[in-house]
């Protein structure tokens, strides 16, 4: 029987960790967009707290990850969410309204949060899987990987956001990569999602071009 520190057991974090770091590209993107109006002080504390009420989140989605497999409409709602979070990541611009500093630092760890609820399925039921590896040390090995991609993906984050501060038209691209994994998941949904095939890969062409006019709409008012 494998238990905690044993070679089966770091084993699967390792598989843990390498999924986790996988699946939370669009995560990263996210953060990283949804704290870009946030002055230094507030953008780490943002990012803290929101990563660590996902984390939450992912323990309890965790729970009954074998129930959400089953549950049809979810994950095409979820897709609309997470359509609807690109759009307003896109649209946001600090320069468009006057929300003072703590609305502003309020709504990030909101958005981070609930954007993380409706995107971390896919993670939560890989994780999932590879814990059930070491049935008895199924907890801590989840435990352990999100607490140890935490830092990693709030590094990924801040990168990011230096980069979107000398190349502003990243954030376009953050957003086109949100809604192409908004697409993606309404397409895997139980109820819907094979209806949704029969267009083939367009759905995700048609999310992403939306984004596209969108920002050079966006870019062409800043002109």
């Known amino acids: 029987m494998a238990g905690i520190f044993s ?4 084993v699967a974090l390792g598989g843990i960790l390498i999924l986790d770091l996988i699946l939370s590209g669009d995560n990263a993107i996210l953060i990283a967009l949804a704290c870009k109006n946030l002055n230094a002080a507030d953008r780490f504390k943002a990012m803290l707290i929101g990563c ?5 989140i992912r323990v309890v989605f965790t729970v009954f990850a074998t129930e959400l497999l089953t549950v049809p409409y979810l994950q095409f709602i979820g897709g609309i969410a997470l359509f609807y979070i690109a759009l307003k990541l896109l649209l946001d611009d600090k320069a468009q309204h006057g929300k003072q500093a703590s609305t502003t630092f309020l709504g990030a760890v909101k958005t981070i949060m609930v954007a993380d609820f409706v995107m971390s399925l896919d ?6 899987g ?5 049935p008895d040390e199924k907890w ?3 435990l352990c990987g999100l607490l140890i991609s935490m830092p990693i993906i709030i590094g990924g984050a801040q990168l990011l956001l230096l980069i979107m ?8 691209l953050g957003s086109g990569i949100l809604a192409f994994t908004a697409a993606k998941m309404m397409l895997m949904d139980k109820a819907l999602g094979i209806y949704l095939l029969l267009i083939g890969g367009w759905l995700e062409v048609i999310f992403v071009a939306v984004v596209a006019v969108l920002g050079i709409v966006k870019m062409k008012k800043r002109i």
């Open 52 to 56: 660590a009420g996902a984390i939450i």
């Open 140 to 142: 801590s090995l989840i």
């Open 7 to 10: 070679l089966d057991w770091f």
């Open 123 to 128: 993670n939560v039921l890989s994780m999932a």
């Open 130 to 134: 590879v814990a059930n590896t070491v």
């Open 165 to 172: 501060k000398r190349f502003p038209a990243i954030i376009y």
